[in-house]
């Protein structure tokens, strides 16, 4: 799938850009399947909010639990001073997640697809599992910042494997809160490891253990925005450095994302990210069902 070119790309820069790997009408099908998703979704009385804060994370069982469920998350800002949503819910939902790829029919055929797998193949993992999927809404006004991280920081494996695919399903703009990356900062070190405390019990207590006092850049200075169009698939090594600015604007940013990670890498069992025992993780050219 990739050209000799790309791939060198990918190597030196710690991302590639892929524009029109996705048509009009899987990004159609996707957008409306979210919407359906966020309509059957019925909170719980406790709040979800998704957010980067880590006493965020840190209280947040939902999020814990959601590694093999879908699950909606609330963005941070749609609730007024009295706890009430200030905009209808389906512009509310920071994110749906996290294994849509593998419980949802719309979802699993897009991700598991010969050449989404070919694509990983280029790229050094011929032996891809689907780790995570999430359906990013970056609602207008509300949609929230993402803070600068390294993915394998939250999807660790040793040696470091996970890698994201990144499908734009609408325009990503500065103004509407696209990525932005630091080119080549793959090639330093893993800052943090995100663990939790009780692995594998229902203790939702987690940590950040610092392994690498270096900074990670800064926002926006030392990173490049990444503008693309609908359709654009943007693949992310695991080590780089990354963030998105709150949005803004009037304009939402849809994205889906899929975490990938190599079969042979040992997954350990503090992750946050946690499956039951009835849904293995799939090699991504695995045929859907
Ligand atoms: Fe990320």
Redesign the pocket.
């Known amino acids: 799938m990739l050209s000799p070119d790309q791939v060198a790309q990918f190597e030196r820069d710690g991302f590639l850009v892929l524009p029109d790997v996705v048509g009009p009408e899987a990004i159609a099908s996707l957008r409306e399947r979210a919407v359906e998703l966020v309509d059957e979704w019925e909170p719980t009385t406790e709040r979800t909010v998704f957010t980067t804060e880590q006493q965020e994370r840190v209280s947040n069982r939902e999020f814990l639990s959601s590694g093999d469920t879908i699950w909606c998350f609330f963005e941070e800002e749609a609730f007024g001073p009295d706890g009430t949503l200030t905009q209808p819910k389906e512009l509310s939902i920071n994110k749906i997640g996290h294994a849509m790829h593998d419980l949802d029919p719309v979802f699993e055929r897009f991700t598991y697809t010969p050449e989404l797998a070919a694509i990983a193949a280029d790229i050094g993992m011929p032996d891809a599992v689907v780790l995570q999927s999430m359906y990013i809404f970056k609602q207008p006004s509300i949609g929230g910042e ?1 803070t600068c ?1 390294q ?1 394998a920081t939250f999807l660790y494996t040793d040696p470091v494997t996970v890698t ?1 695919f990144w499908f734009a399903l609408e325009d990503a703009t500065v103004e509407n809160g696209c990525l932005w990356a630091a080119p080549g900062g793959h090639r330093t070190g893993l800052r943090q490891l995100f663990k939790r405390t009780g692995a594998m019990t229902d203790d939702d207590g987690t940590v950040f253990e610092q392994l690498d006092p270096t900074p990670l850049p800064t926002p926006p200075g030392d990173l490049v925005p990444l503008e693309v169009p609908a359709g654009t698939l943007v693949v ?1 090594d695991g080590l780089l450095p ?1 963030w998105s600015d709150a949005n803004r604007s009037q304009r939402s940013r849809h994205a889906y994302t899929v975490h990938c990670i190599s079969a042979s890498a040992d997954y350990p069992e503090w992750n946050w990210l946690q499956r039951r025992a009835d849904l293995p993780l799939r090699r991504l050219d695995s045929v859907a069902a």
């Open positions: 993402v991280h993915d994201g992310l990354h």
